[in-house]
């Protein structure tokens, strides 16, 4: 279809993140130069056109319509277009009066920093680990691969119960279930982030370990012999071959891990609705807009700032990946 | 963005069906026998004549009616259904019962309530019901309590009348809230039930000091905690305190809330540890275990007793909370929460339907009719006058007893103010805040909880 000949690819259209779009089109071939029929340009305009007005109606639409109502107090009764108009009121609320924004902004970056320091280097590890064809290695993969098949809703009633004060295995196997020296895992709130991560962490690390794993598989042997000629250890071989030879790998689990830690919600929703400890921007959002609460505008305004904080590491990644198509 | 996934919170109304999830165990099959050839001859409940013959009568000419129940456990589904089915075979008309899980009911209720709902639904009274009667979607039945009203007590009219004066709400059962202990655990320590809040704290000492926890207490779901700041509130400042506060033309800056909190922090020692993390139903394990000695909650408790084995919720005792020797102890007033049935204005089948409707609602109202439910779910007792108590067991019938000496009813905490206010980012975490750090200081705890008000 797109025929690119020897001329340079102009950059992919802009807006057009749709499917279509991001393969090679040649949209600004000047007319007399132009090797596309009417026909052509009737399909390749339906399949850049058709993406785009979806993309419009259900992702810019909805996101447009959100910062709209962020400046209004509509209640989610009748059109947000008769709520008040509010102005900048609710982002004022939010970043000075509001008690739960600025800890829930914390969680999220502990969050991301914990993912990224701990469980993201762990996961990359035991690839490493299991790379290394040890005995039972389909057995260990199965296992630690296991929690990614579980929804994370499922993985946080399953760790509920683990950190039960009373009921739990982890406290009884501590030895602390009675009333003056249980530890109070999800109810503390200086302990239940942490609680949370690890919860989290049981999952990450094997979704980790299996891109890092399909990463290691193909990488090329001749690299890590050439490297063991000259004689560099394990280590070396390691840090200065295989990591930087995997940097494409490395960024797609920048980027997971990142987005992991941004949207953050079902672990701390289903312990206890994202309260005492464990409030995160998106169980924010859902307890004042999705919920019998009727904060839609004051909701959404949470949403927004979520969404610019979003931006940021989604444009770090188009950016990469734009680049790497060039060359 | 995080796809947020609907998850049900476990609320008063999760803990009812709970209730009749285990509890109507027993009793169910002796309901299904009574009903099961309802549907051929005679109607189980009721006599068709007496009560309300003429909506009746007009009704059975439109046929059907819709109904969105938030009843999705299994027992309190098939006790609802009893009803139902009662109905249709008296009226002849049918209903289509549209259940919804009741997490999910409760989150979506006004998107709901604008789209295309039902004819009937279940809901709450107290500000919850105000709510979305002052928004236009539910359609006034003040001619049917017109029809019912000597059926029920003033509370229950004044539970079911929206802020303009026309009735919106339908009660058909509540239940209590107290302070719940095992009899036999009682008996065997001598224990009495204390009168008085001295007596209440020398009590809970010396359970101490027998080794047991005082007060069973779980808060993780953020909402038990407000039983306690209601009943506390109710005794030491009064009922138009209370609701003065909950309307926020009361200040909680006043010194009269902080001195709630005083009275609170009295007694936070008595309470069982660690109770951010805990369920209301290991906190109730506890007192089933006669670990701990005392447990305020709702009647819904009763549960828990009733899974734990034969016999055991007839070692369930309560009694009510006591009297702080102040000027409001005349009251006796109680968190006894209300469920019933509305009707929704944007139902599109509902201009059609409404004789039917209010047929069904007429029909809910006699106490035939919610002694279906009450003999399916003996958490909680029938709202309307003539119901027969003489099915009840011993607890229901101690909780009619407390209930009808009441002076002043609330509704509870959650269903008495903005639902803004009272959620996981507002109430429930400043009262779990309060319960681990019992010394903070008061004056600026008011002040947080005041100007997250300030900012609705």
Redesign the interface.
């Known amino acids: 279809m797109g025929n690119p000949g020897t001329r340079s690819v102009a950059p992919a259209l802009p807006g057009s993140t749709g499917g279509a779009g991001a393969t090679a089109i040649p949209g600004r071939v000047r007319r007399r130069y132009s090797l596309l029929t009417g026909r052509d340009k009737l399909v390749l305009g339906l399949m850049v056109g058709v993406p785009l007005v979806l993309d419009i109606i259900f992702i810019w639409g909805p996101t447009i319509v959100s910062g709209f109502i962020s400046l209004t107090n509509w209640n989610g009764i009748g059109s947000p277009f008769d709520a008040e108009f509010l102005g900048l009121k609710n982002y004022e609320n939010l970043f000075t009066a509001y008690p739960f924004f600025w800890p829930a902004l914390t969680h999220n970056i502990v969050w991301l920093a914990w993912l990224m320091l701990i469980a993201t280097p762990i996961g990359m590890f035991l690839a490493v680990l299991l790379d290394r064809e040890i005995r039972g290695t389909r057995f260990y993969q199965t296992i630690f691969y296991l929690p990614v098949v579980l929804s994370l809703a499922v993985i946080g009633i399953i760790w509920k119960l683990q950190y039960a004060p009373e009921q739990g295995f982890i406290n009884n196997a501590l030895g602390r279930t009675a009333n003056d020296n249980l530890i109070d895992w999800l109810g503390n709130p200086d302990l239940n982030i942490w609680a949370a991560l690890i919860a989290t962490s049981w999952r990450h690390v094997g979704y980790i370990m299996v891109l890092y794993l399909a990463g290691l598989k193909a990488f090329d042997p001749a690299l890590r012999e050439a490297a063991k000629v000259d004689g560099a250890s394990e280590r070396q071989t390691f840090f200065r071959i295989v990591f930087p030879v995997m940097m494409p790998i490395n960024v797609v689990i920048v980027v997971i891990t990142t987005i992991e830690a941004l949207r953050a919600f079902d672990i701390a929703y289903i312990i206890n609705r994202g309260k005492n400890g464990l409030e995160l921007l998106s169980t924010l959002i859902t307890n004042n807009a999705i919920s019998e609460s009727n904060r839609l505008g004051f909701g959404s305004a949470i949403a927004v700032v979520l969404l610019v904080i979003s931006i940021v590491p989604i444009i770090a990644f188009l950016v990469r990946m734009l680049r790497n198509d060039e060359t | ?5 609907p ?1 049900k ?1 476990v609320s008063r109304r999760t803990v009812l069906k709970g209730i009749a999830g285990t509890a109507g165990l027993v009793t169910v099959p002796a309901i299904i026998a009574a009903c099961s050839d309802a549907g051929s001859s005679s109607a189980p409940a009721g006599s068709p004549a007496s009560a309300a013959p003429t909506a009746a009568e007009s009704a059975v000419a439109t046929g059907s009616i819709s109904f969105g129940s938030n009843y999705s456990d299994e027992v309190p589904k098939n006790a609802m259904q009893q009803m139902v089915d009662a109905f249709t075979a008296e009226t002849g008309i049918d209903v289509a019962v549209n259940t919804v899980e009741h997490g999910t009911f ?2 979506q ?3 709901y309530l ?1 789209g295309t709902p039902d004819n009937v639904f279940t809901w709450f009274s107290g500000f ?1 019901m105000r709510f979305f009667a002052a ?1 236009g ?1 539910a359609e006034p039945i003040t001619d049917v309590w017109g029809t019912v009203g000597s059926n029920y007590s003033e509370a229950f009219k004044v539970g079911s009348t929206g802020d303009d004066g026309e009735q919106y709400f339908l009660p058909i059962y509540n239940y209590p809230w107290a302070v719940f202990y095992r009899k036999s655990l009682f008996e065997e320590n001598g224990y009495t039930p204390p009168a008085n809040l001295d007596e209440f704290k020398t009590l809970a000492a010396r359970m101490q000091s027998d080794g047991l ?1 005082p007060m069973a207490f779980g ?4 909402w038990p905690a407000m039983g306690t700041f209601d009943i506390i509130n109710l005794r030491q400042n009064g009922y138009d305190f209370h609701v003065g506060l909950m309307a926020g033309t009361e200040k909680w800056t006043d010194d009269r809330t902080k001195q709630v909190f005083t009275v609170w922090k009295d007694l936070l020692p008595f309470y ?8 209301w139903q ?1 906190a109730a ?2 007192l089933v275990q006669k670990q701990a000695g005392m447990y305020l909650l709702g009647m819904f408790v009763s549960e828990q007793f009733v899974a734990a084995g034969a016999g055991e919720v007839d070692d369930l005792d309560f009694f009510p909370y006591p009297n702080f020797g102040t000027q409001y102890d005349g009251e006796k007033a109680l968190d006894a929460p209300i469920d019933g049935f509305m009707l929704a204005k944007n139902s599109p089948t509902l201009g059609a339907n409404l004789d039917g409707a209010k047929a069904f609602m007429e029909f809910m109202s006699k106490g035939s009719t919610q002694n279906i439910y009450t003999a399916a779910n003996p958490g909680v007792v029938a709202a309307a006058n003539d119901a027969d108590p003489s099915g009840y067991n011993a607890l229901q019938q101690k909780a009619v007893e407390l209930i009808s000496g009441a002076q002043r009813i609330t509704q509870f905490l959650d269903r008495d103010t903005n ?2 206010f009272a ?4 109430m ?2 400043f009262l ?2 309060f319960i ?1 750090n019992r010394d903070q200081d008061l004056n600026a705890f008011t002040q ?1 909880i005041q ?2 008000w300030d ?2």
Do not use: C, H
């Open positions: 963005m995080a796809d947020p996934i998850m919170a409760q989150d209720i006004s998107s604008q919850r928004q979607l926890v808060d993780s779901d953020g069982q540890e660690g109770a951010a993390g805990r369920t290991d394990q506890a639902p803004n959620g996981p980012n507002g429930q975490a779990l805040d681990q947080k100007d997250f900012t609705l």
